[in-house]
Structure formats: C-alpha cells, structure tokens
C-alpha cells in the first residue's frame, strides 16, 4: 500500500524559507522520479518541482531559483527548499511519485496524501 506523508508546512513572511518533507512507503522510492506538487484555492493542481532516480530537476518557471527539491533514498524521502516565498506561494504542498506519459511527467499514483500548507503572508 503506497502512503504518502507530507510535513514541515507552516505560516511564513513574505521573503522567508521553509523546508517541506515527504516521506514515502509501500514503493521502490530510489527507483522512482519523485515530484512536489502545489494545490492553490481556485486553482488546478500543478507540478512545482521534480527529480528523477539520477537526480535531474526540473522546476516550474514560477519557483525556479527559489525553491531546490532534493532526495534521500535511504530515508524513502523527497524535501522541498522554499526560499524567498511569496504570497502566492500560498498552497497545500503533496508529493507524488511519477511516471512520464506522452512526455509529460504525471503524478503515478491516484492515492494522495494529507498535504502540508504553506501560507506565506505578512
């Protein structure tokens, strides 16, 4: 059974950090890309950041240079770096394994976690 299980979320200032973590099991976790998504009020899912077993990334162009996503397989988990956050950073946090589908990465598994909110705001 794949379980997923998001923490480290929080109220920050506008230009803080915080660091998320996502801890992984019933999954083959050194062999799977790994991706942070963000779930924003009135907006659709979207994926912010992933990296794959040889540890490439990619981020969305709204995070980039912000935020570093990074792995430890040892510890079956995927950590989200949020620097210099905006208020529209505002979001619950998951994560997700996944899987390239017609060359666009998509979240592997239909069972998500409870997330962790990020509310960035002064």
């Known amino acids: 059974q794949v379980q997923l299980v998001e923490s480290g979320g929080g109220w920050v200032q506008p230009g803080g950090s915080l660091n998320v973590s996502c801890a992984a099991s019933?999954?083959?976790?050194?062999?799977?890309?790994m991706g942070w998504y963000r779930h924003a009020p009135g907006k659709e899912r979207e994926l912010v950041a992933l990296i794959t077993p040889f540890r490439d990334t990619t981020y969305a162009d709204s995070v980039k240079g912000r935020f570093t996503i990074s792995r430890d397989n040892a510890k079956a988990t995927v950590y989200l770096q949020m620097n210099s956050l905006k208020p529209e950073d505002t979001a619950v946090y998951y994560c997700?394994?996944?899987?390239?589908?017609?060359?666009?990465?998509?979240?592997?598994?239909?069972?998500w976690g409870q997330g962790t909110q990020v509310t960035v705001s002064s």
């Open positions: 019933g999954i083959v976790f050194s062999a799977n890309a």
């Open positions: 997700n394994a996944l899987r390239l589908v017609q060359s666009t990465w998509t979240a592997k598994y239909s069972s």
